[in-house]
């Protein structure tokens, strides 16, 4: 059974990137898309994008230019970096695999936005 | 973006009951809509996709419908571990939206 695990710095400076890994086990990460989502505290979910093994993405355009998705299959994981950071951007990122409806999911990781 | 709208927000319900969480895409998305479940502190679980295949493991006292515009999460016979909070996913077209949620408490 594959199991996801986020991974990265708990606090983020306004103005700065925000960096977070989801490692894989149990299973390939190669041949799945691999998805990161969004969730404020007290809010609803928000999909930030994803990303296929083959390193082909799809984001939300809520994010505009400043989301980049990357995998590194040698490692089993896959990483997700967030650029200019303001406090909207605080929130629990999950990480899950999937490319539509998502089955498998990490535990999530808060990231707050505070200098 | 797709809007999706679930209704109600909140609802009070008895171990027992029989419950119907509704949601509403601002456009139509054919069948290409999930369900979740979240408690607190804990990762969303999928419980139906395609709006009405349940997925392995869950209960069959959670049934999905619709097409469409409009679709529906039931419940039948409440049962203790229910009690969460419930989104809709749609994935027909991008970017993936979500609804707001609605939140099942006991009564």
């Known amino acids: 059974q594959v199991q996801l695990q986020e991974s990265g710095p708990g606090r983020v400076k306004p103005s700065e990137t925000l960096s977070l890994s989801c490692s894989v086990s149990?299973?390939?990460?190669?041949?799945?898309?691999w998805t990161w989502i969004r969730q404020p505290a007290g809010k609803g979910l928000e999909w930030i994008g994803h990303?296929?093994?083959?390193?082909?993405?799809r984001y939300n355009p809520s994010l505009k230019s400043r989301v980049t998705m990357s995998v590194d299959t040698s490692k089993n994981q896959f990483s997700l970096k967030v650029t200019s950071v303001t406090a909207a951007d605080t929130a629990v990122y999950y990480c899950?695999?999937?490319?539509?409806?998502?089955?498998?999911w990490g535990q999530g990781t808060l990231v707050t936005v505070s200098s | 973006a797709i809007q999706l709208t679930q209704s109600p927000s909140s609802l009070s319900a008895s171990v027992g009951d029989r419950v119907t969480i509704t949601c509403r895409a601002s456009?139509?998305?054919?069948?290409?809509l999930a369900w979740y479940q979240q408690t607190p502190g804990k990762p969303p679980k999928l419980l139906i996709y395609?709006?009405?295949t349940l997925e392995s493991g869950v209960p069959s006292r959670f049934s999905g419908s619709g097409s469409g515009t409009d679709f529906t999460l039931t419940f039948n016979s409440l049962q203790p571990e229910d009690f969460a909070t419930y989104y809709c996913?749609?994935?027909?077209?991008?970017?993936?939206?979500f609804g707001q949620g609605t939140k099942l408490d006991i009564k």
């Open positions: 899950a695999r999937g490319d539509w409806a998502f089955k498998s």
């Open positions: 149990g299973d390939s990460i190669r041949g799945y898309y």
């Open positions: 990303i296929y093994t083959s390193g082909n993405t």
């Open positions: 456009q139509g998305i054919g069948s290409a």
């Open positions: 395609d709006a009405s």
């Open positions: 996913q749609q994935f027909n077209i991008y970017p993936y939206t």
